[in-house]
Each structure stands twice: as C-alpha cells, then as structure tokens.
Nanobody
Framework: QVQLVESGGGLVQAGGSLRLSCAAS????????MGWFRQASGKEREFVSA????????SYVDSVKGRFTISRDNGKNTVYLQMNRLNAEDTAVYYC?????????????????????WGQGTQVTVSS
C-alpha cells in the first residue's frame, strides 16, 4: 500500500506558474505509474497528466499540452506537475494517484479506474 500527499497548490494570477508535488510513502515507488487529475467545482474529475513508472512515458490532456510538465524522482518518491501559463480554467482541486504497474515501464494510464491509490488533493486557484 502507498500513501500520497500533495503539496504546492495555492492562489496565482493568470499567466503565472505553480509546481505541485506528490510525495509517496513506502520503498517501492518505482513500481507505480503516477497520474494527476483535477476536479473543478461542480464538474467531474478529469485526467490531467500521467507518467510511467520509469519516467520514460508521459501523457497529457490536450488542454494542458505545452503548458504543464510531469516528472518524477524515484529516489525521492515524488512526482511533480510543473504548471505554466495558468488560466482560470485550470482552477480546481488537483489529485495525485498511483497505479501499481506490472506492464511495460513506459506505460501511462489515463482512466480514473486504473488507479489504486489517491491523495487528498491540493487546491489551485487562478485569478483572472
């Protein structure tokens, strides 16, 4: 089992940047593919980005391509989401999720149901 704790959220002006972090407990972080999802008020949770357990594969929802970058440091049991050029539509609670992966080390996962563990979320608010 793994526990996930997100941090780095906050209030930022449109056009600004934030970096979210998700720290995972345990000694087997490198067997988990990781993902970021977000849920805006009154909307369903949606996929944002994912990274394979090796870090060699990444995926993004179209609306964040070119603005967000996902990365991981397996030595620190942490996954990051660098968010640049933020806009009001990025306002949401951001969740980190982990998928125990026995497949290719480059596989990424974009469905909520693929993930086994979830963090508590961190609020990102972008003021226009």
């Amino acid at each position: 089992q793994v526990q996930l704790v997100e941090s780095g959220g906050g209030l930022v002006q449109a056009g600004g940047s934030l970096r979210l972090s998700c720290a995972a407990s345990g000694r087997t972080f490198n067997i988990y593919a990781m993902g970021w999802f977000r849920q805006a008020s009154g909307k369903e949770r949606e996929f944002v980005s994912a990274i394979s357990r090796s870090g060699g594969g990444t995926s993004y929802v179209d609306s964040v391509k070119g603005r967000f970058t996902i990365s991981r440091d397996n030595g620190k049991n942490t996954v990051y989401l660098q968010m640049n050029r933020l806009n009001a539509e990025d306002t949401a609670v951001y969740y980190c999720a982990a998928h125990r992966s026995i497949a290719s080390p480059k596989d990424t996962y974009v469905q909520e149901t693929d993930y086994d563990y979830w963090g508590q979320g961190t609020q990102v608010t972008v003021s226009s």
